[in-house]
Nanobody, 117 residues
């Protein structure tokens, strides 16, 4: 499966952005999906995960209550709605997909999110 992330940009602290990840190549509804992020000089960190149907989600504590992951399988797309953004949310955001319980096998190219203070 090929993944294409979009929707990043520059936003002020307290603002909102919605990232999209569109899949092609295989039946995306069979895959769990997730979002990760990598800040400059840091390792890539987990942000959120959603199961194949959208009925189950999981978040890192740093974004819980501010970010929402969702999906539309009819559009082969996963979303990450980000609100109350903070400068520490600045990073390249990557979407990923998997059919395994924990590790992700397929990755998109990343989209830059910059939050100014």
């Amino acid at each position: 499966v090929q993944l294409q992330a979009s929707g990043g940009g520059l936003v002020q602290a307290g603002g909102s952005l919605r990232l999209s990840c569109t899949a092609s190549g295989r039946t995306f509804s069979s895959y769990a999906a997730g979002w990760f992020r990598q800040a400059p000089g840091k390792e890539r960190d987990f942000v959120a995960r959603i199961n194949w149907s959208g009925s189950s989600t999981y978040y890192d504590d740093s974004v819980k209550g501010r970010f929402t992951i969702s999906r539309d399988n009819a559009k082969n797309t996963v979303y990450l709605q980000m609100t109350s953004l903070k400068p520490e949310d600045t990073a390249v955001y990557y979407c990923a997909a998997t059919m395994r319980p924990y590790e992700f096998d397929y990755w998109g190219q990343g989209t830059q999110v910059t939050v100014s203070s």
